[in-house]
């Protein structure tokens, strides 16, 4: 077969497949992790963007490959997780630029729009890294410019581009040093690879299948939840989610439409962009729902799910005193507030302990994530549309999330969304001792992103496999100190890793340590380590019972 042009349906199966093969192949790229610690997450990120690029074409049977590469990128940018999927995204939405307005496309006019990607994925990285995606996806998309006016079709043209995609990800470690210590390609370049791989696949007729999942097992009740209680005529109403397409712009007004629907309901989420608008609602009249939005123009994807079905099937985060959602979203921490307030903050946090510390700190809000679980776009855009507040604070806690919430708050354009930029969970704590209801947003800024500066981080966690980083030789299973994002200290005894972290983080100038312990660490070894710090430091000692994964201690020290 010989394909010269592309249109719409055919872009939509070549992603389609793509995101598939990404999928089955996650878990490979995210072992490419630099440290050698169980939170690599770019394949679990890039794969969660990529399919819900996916989802959003997938009813759709436009033939103009514009209209379809314009859904694809809007839906990955809104599922968009981590630096690499929101970089994924930029790549795919300029692509979208670059074939706007066009029914089909030749070799050449796609090529152009790869390189249209790829320079909006460079703009969308305050500092880009070479030796990454951005350098791989750059050199391919030049490769296949070169190649676009003399090969004969898509075929030989999707030949040409991956054997230079291949290449460059093979230079990636003579561009970034890391990569060649640790002996890793770039995750996130082997992802983008895998996604074009699949479309070139889906070209010559291999289709590929998602890989089945392993199915769970019941999720564990909350002790507050007696099932013998339960009362079968209660009616939790529908959980009621729909996209449509706006066609009355002149008429719609997403304020007015807010007020109107939230009549109908509660657990309102109205997000609009541009002709697009996404709800989710909890009523007990789904139909008036959508008989409303209706009016203004037409349905792409509607979801309506019983939650009182759902009763005894769902993990339920409730307390003796209050009813639990039934939508699968995490409410236990942070709510919006009803009534308008002057600040409100979001915070990214996972571990029961944590969460709740973040709240007593002050945080309206809490996003369920951190590592391994990075947080997507759209999670931040629900989030903000969800409270009412003049000014809205947005802490990421977490390096990989700080791009997701920077696309976040320039999606949202009728709020004062900010982002501060804490990347540890203890930048953002510490930070959260400088804030000031009382202050203006500029000076509160100002003065918790100067604090962040002044904040040390230390985490413990186990090594998955046997590498080297940064001179320092790590076995499997050793406990590993890592200080501001390096690793200090490798030994099988998490106590020993624990102390001697301690020691190079602490110095005279120290004043408060706050330790922030994760889960199955004994109160003994907590003791320990205490008694440690405070006979050979005069600083002060706080401990908190964070019940976080993956890091037995994440450490503060000021």
């Not at 999928?23 to 997450?41: A, E, Y």
């Amino acid at each position: 077969m010989s394909t010269r042009m592309m249109d719409g349906q055919l872009f939509k199966q070549l992603v389609t497949n793509g995101s598939v093969k990404l999928k089955n192949n996650m878990d490979r790229i995210n072992q490419l992790n630099v440290f050698p610690v169980p939170d690599g997450d770019t394949g679990s990120n890039m794969s969660a963007t990529m399919s819900a690029g996916a989802k959003a074409i997938a009813q759709m049977q436009d033939k103009a490959i514009g209209d379809v590469a314009k859904a694809l990128a809007r839906g990955m940018l809104m599922g968009a997780r981590g630096n690499s999927g929101v970089i994924l995204s930029q790549l795919f939405s300029g692509l979208a630029n670059g074939l706007k307005g066009m029914e089909e496309v030749d070799m050449t006019a796609f090529s152009h729009a790869l390189r249209k990607g790829v320079e909006q994925a460079y703009s969308a990285v305050i500092n880009p890294v070479e030796g990454t995606m951005l350098t791989v996806a750059r050199e391919g998309a030049d490769r296949a410019l070169e190649v676009s006016t003399v090969v004969s079709d898509y075929e030989e043209f999707f030949v040409q581009y991956i054997e230079e995609l291949e290449a460059s990800l093979e230079r990636t470690p003579d561009l970034l040093p890391i990569l060649k210590e640790v002996g890793v390609i770039d995750s996130g370049a082997a992802g983008f690879n895998e996604v074009i791989k699949g479309m070139s696949d889906a070209l010559n007729g291999k289709i590929y299948q998602a890989a089945k999942e392993e199915v769970s097992s019941a999720p564990s009740m909350h002790p507050a939840m007696n099932m013998g209680s339960f009362q079968g005529d209660i009616d939790f109403g529908y959980c009621t989610e729909f996209i449509m397409q706006i066609e009355k712009m002149d008429e719609f007004n997403q304020r007015d439409f807010t007020e109107m629907i939230s009549a109908l309901g509660d657990s309102l989420v109205v997000v609009q962009d541009e002709n697009i608008l996404k709800v989710h609602v909890h009523t007990k009249t789904p139909g008036d729902a959508l008989n409303l939005a209706q009016h203004w123009g037409y349905f792409i994807n509607i979801k309506i799910e019983n939650m009182t079905l759902q009763h005894t099937e769902v993990l339920i985060h409730q307390t003796d005193e209050e009813e639990a959602c039934q939508c699968g979203h995490d409410h236990t921490y942070g709510t919006a507030p009803k009534i308008k307030k002057k600040y409100a903050l979001v915070a990214v946090v996972n571990g029961d302990g944590l969460k709740e510390t973040f709240v007593e700190m002050g945080c309206d809000y809490i996003v369920e994530g951190g590592q391994t679980m990075n947080p997507s776009i759209e999670d931040f855009v629900n989030a903000c549309e969800a409270i009412n507040a003049d000014h809205i604070i947005l802490i990421p806690n977490n390096k990989n999330v700080l791009l997701s919430a920077e696309h976040a708050a320039k999606l949202i354009e009728d709020k004062a969304v900010y982002v501060l930029p804490a990347k540890t969970i203890a930048q953002g704590y510490a930070a959260l001792t400088m804030f000031d209801a009382t202050q203006d947003v500029e000076t509160n800024l100002e003065d918790m992103t100067a604090h962040i500066k002044r904040v040390k981080t230390g985490e413990v966690t186990y090594a998955i496999r046997q590498s080297v980083n940064n001179g320092t030789v790590i076995n499997k299973d050793d406990f590993m100190g890592i200080y501001d994002g390096v690793i200090k200290v490798s030994t099988p005894s998490r106590l020993e890793a624990t102390k001697n972290l301690l020691k190079s983080m602490l110095d005279k100038v120290s004043e408060i340590v706050t330790l922030m312990v994760g889960k199955d660490v004994n109160e003994d070894e907590v003791q320990e380590i205490t008694d440690m710090i405070e006979s050979d430091y005069s600083v002060e000692v706080e401990v908190i019972h964070g019940g976080q994964d993956i890091y037995s201690y994440i450490i503060s020290v000021e």
